[in-house]
C-alpha cells in the first residue's frame, strides 16, 4: 500500500476522465450518480486504467485469484449553491473493506462488511463550485475478523465497488431514511407506522414540520396523508413516527404483490420515498400463515455473482433475468447467503418471491476457538451486519425472515451464542419478522442444537450427495427432528446434487432422481412448511472445484453459470408448481381444463388464475387463443374452466395455467386422435 504521504500527493500518473454527466443543475435536494468511468490499479501496480463501475477485479482473467487491496479514483463536480448542503457518498456495497478519501482528506470507512450499504459524509472535504476528487482503497483480502470469516465460505469473494454509488445533496437536515411498519387486520384496514429518521448536520437546533403521503403505487392516488413535527439536536438525529389508519387495503400476497409509497417531506423541502406492502406473516403450530391464510412455500436459491463476465457486479438485466427465470420455475420462496443488492429486493417485491437474506456467517470453521462466546470482534462484526442489513431492508415486503447464519456448529457453546445474540437483536429490531438460522446439525444434535432457539427450524440436508446414505437415512433423521421440535414448522432449506467431489460426477440425470425421491418424503409429512432447492444455478465460488480462474466454480444447478438450462430445470418447475393434476376435454364446440391444486408443498389458495388454451395448425403454427378465469382453488381442491373456439381444425391445444402475473405454472397438450384407418 503506498504511504499516506504518498497518496496525498497523488501517485504515478493519472489517465484523464471524460467529464460525462458529473454535474445537476443547482437544487438544495439532489443524487448524482458516480457509476461509470473510474480510474482504478492493484496495490501492486503504478499505473492506472479506466474500468467501469459497478466492477470487480476477479472476472479479469489475470486478477481472477487476487485478493488483496486495489484503488479506485474519479472526479466529480460539485455546484456552488449546495454550499449550505449536506453532502454524502452512498456505496451501496464495496467488498469488503472501504477507505475513503476526497480531495486527499480522509472522509470515512467501512470495514469488514462486505454486503451493506454505507455514507461517508463529505461536505467539509469539497471544494465547491470546482471539481472534486474520490479515492477508494478497497481490500478483499481473507480476514479472521469478518463474516465470512478467512476462507470459511463458500462463494465469490469478488473485490471492487460492485454495486451503485451516489453523491447525495441535501439540506442540512435531511431525512436518513424511514422505517414503514404496516399491520393489517385481515378485514380490510391496516395501521400503518412510518418512523421517519431525522439527522441534523447542521450546528444548530431544528425543528419543524414534516408530511407523510401513502399512496397506492400501480394508481398513483393518494391513499392517506398525515402531518407531524420534528425536533433534533445539533449533530444529532431523532426517530419521528407518524401513524394513520388505512381502509380497503389491498394486501401484498406473492400471487398479487400490490405495493404502496410512503412519502415522507420536511419543511425545508427534503423528501424521501420507501415502497412498502401491507401483509401478515405469521406461525400457527407448524404452519405458515400469510394474510390469514395456510401456505406451504417452495422455491430455489440463487448464488448471485456467478455470470463470468460480470461478477458480483451484475447488471440490472441480469439480476431480472436471473430472478425473471425462477419465476417461470415458480419460485415463490427462497434464502440467500449474504445481504443481496438492492435490485434484487425491488425485484422480489413487485413480481412476489418471498426471500430470507442472512448475515453471512458460514460454516462450522467461523467459531473453532474453545470458550463459551465468540471472538469480541466477531461478534461485533456479526451484530453490525445485521443492523446494517435491517436498516436498508426492513420495509421490503418480500423479506420472509432474517436469517442470522448458516451451517455453523450449532451445538458448540459460542455458535450457540452467536446464533441467540443476533436472534435477540432482530427481534428488538424488527419485533414482527420472523427469525431463523439454517442448520446442518440440527439432525444429529436435535435438541443440543441451537436450532430450537429460532421461530422455526431450517434445515440443509444432502443426504445421497454430501451427507451420503439413502432417501430412507434421510427420512429417519427428518422424522426425529419433528419429533425433537413437534410444534415447529420445518423448512428443508437446502436440498439438492453437488457434482462436487470425484466419487460424484456430475450427472443431471442424478439431480432429477434426488429432486424427485427427496420431494416424495416432504410430502408426505405436513408439518415440512417449505422447500428450497439448491441451486438454481452452478456457481463461482473460491473453493470451486471444477473449471480454472474466472470459471472456478460448484456444479450444483439446473442452469450453469451462463444461465442455460439443463433438463432438470422443467422438472423442478413442475414439482415447484402448486398444480398436482390436468385433465383436458377437448371438443369440436370448445374445451373443459380441470385443475387440481396440491395438497403437500407447495401448496397454497391459486386464487386469480387463468387457463389459456392455444389452437395449433400444421407445423405448429397458433391459430387461435382462448383464456378464461379459472375459480379460487383451494390446496387439495379442483376447480375448471371452459371456452370455445372459432377454429374448428383442433389438431393440437395447448393449455396453460397463468398466474396473475401471466407467468405459466402448469401445462398440458392435447393431441387429435388420428381417425380410424388410416
Known amino acids: ?32 450518480s458516480l457509476d461509470g468511468a473510474w480510474r482504478f490499479r492493484l496495490d501492486s501496480e503504478s499505473a492506472w486504467r479506466i474500468v467501469q463501475t459497478p466492477h470487480t477485479w476477479q472476472v479479469e482473467a489475470a486478477n481472477a485469484s487476487y485478493y488483496g487491496p486495489a484503488w479506485y479514483e474519479r472526479e466529480f463536480d460539485v455546484d456552488a449553491a449546495w454550499s449550505e448542503c449536506a453532502l454524502r457518498l452512498e456505496f451501496e456495497a464495496v467488498f469488503h473493506s472501504a477507505t475513503v478519501w476526497v480531495n486527499g482528506h480522509a472522509a470515512g470507512e467501512h470495514l469488514r462488511k462486505g454486503y451493506t450499504a454505507f455514507t461517508v459524509d463529505a461536505a467539509r472535504h469539497v471544494k465547491f ?15 479472521p475478523l469478518m463474516l465470512p470469516r478467512e476462507r470459511s465460505s463458500d462463494w465469490a469473494h469478488d473485490g471492487g465497488i460492485y454495486r451503485p454509488v451516489r453523491l447525495l445533496v441535501t439540506p442540512r437536515v435531511f431525512l436518513e431514511r424511514l422505517e414503514v411498519d404496516a399491520e393489517p387486520d385481515l378485514h380490510g384496514k391496516a395501521a400503518v407506522t412510518v418512523r421517519a429518521v431525522v439527522r441534523n448536520a447542521s450546528e444548530r437546533a431544528a425543528s419543524g414540520s414534516l408530511s407523510l403521503r401513502l399512496a397506492d403505487v400501480e394508481t398513483g392516488l393518494s391513499v392517506q396523508a398525515e402531518a407531524g413535527t420534528y425536533a433534533v439536536p445539533a449533530g444529532q438525529t431523532a426517530v419521528v413516527p407518524v401513524r394513520v389508519q388505512m381502509d380497503s387495503v389491498k394486501l401484498w400476497h406473492f400471487d398479487h404483490p400490490h405495493l404502496y409509497a410512503a412519502k415522507v417531506a420536511l419543511d425545508n423541502g427534503h423528501a424521501i420515498e420507501e415502497t412498502f406492502g401491507v401483509r401478515k406473516i405469521e406461525i400457527r403450530g407448524t404452519q405458515f400463515f400469510l394474510n390469514g391464510e395456510a401456505v406451504r412455500l417452495m422455491g430455489v436459491e440463487r448464488m448471485a ?73 466477531l461478534m461485533q462484526n456479526g451484530l453490525e451486519q445485521l443492523r446494517e442489513m435491517i436498516a436498508r431492508d426492513r420495509n421490503h415486503p418480500c423479506i420472509f425472515s432474517w436469517g442470522v447464519c448458516n451451517e455453523i ?66 427420512a429417519n433423521k427428518l422424522d426425529a427432528i419433528h419429533a425433537t421440535f413437534p410444534d415447529k414448522p420445518i423448512v428443508v432449506s437446502e436440498y439438492g446434487y453437488c457434482a462436487c467431489t470425484p466419487e460424484r460426477p456430475e450427472g443431471d440425470e442424478k439431480r432429477r432422481s434426488v429432486l424427485l425421491g427427496h420431494d416424495a ?71 373443459r381444463l380441470a385443475v387440481t391444486a396440491r395438497t403437500a408443498v407447495p401448496a397454497y389458495t391459486m386464487r386469480g388464475y387463468r387457463v389459456r388454451a392455444v389452437v395449433e395448425g400444421r407445423g405448429g403454427i397458433p391459430l387461435e387463443t382462448v383464456e378464461c378465469d379459472l375459480p379460487a382453488i383451494a390446496p387439495g381442491a379442483t376447480g375448471a374452466a371452459s371456452g370455445s373456439f372459432a377454429e374448428k381444425d383442433l389438431r393440437v391445444v395447448r393449455f396453460d395455467v397463468l398466474r396473475p402475473d401471466g407467468v405459466s405454472t402448469a401445462g398440458t397438450t392435447y393431441e387429435r386422435p388420428p381417425a380410424s384407418g388410416i
Request: proline letters at 6%.
Open 1 to 32: 500500500m503506498p504511504s499516506r504521504r504518498a497518496f496525498l500527493a497523488g501517485a504515478g500518473a493519472v489517465p484523464a476522465l471524460a467529464q460525462t454527466a458529473n454535474s445537476l443543475s443547482s437544487s438544495s435536494c439532489a443524487a448524482l
Open 129 to 143: 463550485g470546482a471539481r472534486n476528487t474520490v479515492r477508494v482503497r478497497v481490500d478483499n483480502s481473507f480476514d
Open 305 to 377: 455473482g456467478s455470470h463470468p463476465k460480470y461478477g458480483m457486479a451484475e447488471p440490472a438485466a441480469w439480476i431480472e433475468h436471473d430472478h425473471g427465470d425462477m419465476r417461470e420455475l415458480n419460485c415463490v420462496y427462497t434464502r440467500v447467503h449474504w445481504m443481496q443488492d438492492r435490485r434484487v429486493l425491488d425485484y422480489c417485491d413487485r413480481h412476489g418471491i418471498l426471500m430470507q437474506t442472512e448475515v453471512p456467517t458460514w460454516g462450522p470453521k467461523t467459531f473453532p476457538e474453545p470458550g463459551p462466546q465468540p471472538l469480541p470482534e
Open 409 to 474: 456448529e450449532g451445538g458448540r457453546a459460542a455458535d450457540s451464542y452467536f446464533a441467540k445474540t443476533l436472534y435477540a437483536e432482530a427481534k428488538k429490531l424488527d419485533p414482527k419478522r420472523l427469525v431463523t438460522y439454517a442448520s446442518n446439525s440440527v439432525h444429529n444434535r436435535l435438541a443440543a442444537d441451537v436450532a430450537g432457539a429460532m421461530d422455526y427450524v431450517m434445515w440443509n440436508e444432502y443426504f445421497e450427495s454430501w451427507m451420503g446414505g439413502t432417501v430412507a437415512d434421510m
Open 521 to 591: 418424503v416432504f410430502r408426505a409429512r405436513p408439518w415440512v412448511a417449505g422447500l428450497i432447492f439448491f441451486c438454481y444455478n452452478d456457481y463461482r465460488t473460491h473453493i470451486g472445484d471444477k473449471g480454472q480462474g474466472v470459471l472456478k466454480q460448484r456444479v450444483h444447478g439446473v442452469v450453469d453459470v451462463y444461465g442455460r438450462r439443463k433438463p432438470s430445470w422443467e422438472l423442478l418447475r413442475k414439482e415447484s408448481s402448486p398444480v398436482e393434476r390436468l385433465q383436458a376435454d377437448v371438443t369440436p364446440a370448445g374445451f
